[in-house]
DNA sequence: TTTCTATATGCAAATACTGCATATCCAATT
DNA sequence: AATTGGATATGCAGTATTTGCATATAGAAA
């Protein structure tokens, strides 16, 4: 499923045009995003955790040539599945 | 930043009251949740994709005693950044 | 208040990560 | 509706990182 058919349903289920469903859509990612951006973690209970993780510099392997390479620190944002997440899937 | 925060926020930039903003807000994760329970994955461009991954059963250790565990296959939801949302970390 | 979640622990195995080319897939523009 | 530019998936090798177990506690959320 893509944004485009995502909205779609969510226009369908809360009655909305499309452009508002993506409207509303977008605003809720982009504050979910200025969170992480200010270095906050989003929890939402009953489906996940959205945090940054930071990932060391480290050496690494170019695997076309064998050639090692420096990677540098970078981050990275994670989600963790909450319990209820897990079970829905696990049972 | 936790569920009830995300709702104050989402119901000030779109203007809906904060039941609204919740409902609205649960129905998109809701929306997302039957995708990924239909083994489909959801893409969201510009932010990142929801995928659930399948682990295999390997052995495990209770970190208490020690002892060897069996652990079962089980299933996970991933979320993979998008290139954007990797870039708004990195640079 | 009562439920949910993070944290901490040791350790084996699974998985992610890297560059890059190719193939596929989307989104947006015409 | 079709084209196209951009984004993403895949595969590869080897190492680094993560995962997940049991369980109690602390802290946060409903």
Redesign the pocket.
Known sequence: M???QLVVKISGALNLSKADAERTFDTITNTILDALKADDSV?????G?YKV?K??A???????T?EQ?Q?AA?Q?V?F?P???LKEVFNR
């Open positions: 893509n944004k485009k929890k939402i209970a009953g489906f955790t993780a990932r060391k480290r050496v690494g392997r170019n695997p076309r064998g390479i990677i970078s990275k994670k963790l909450a319990k209820a």
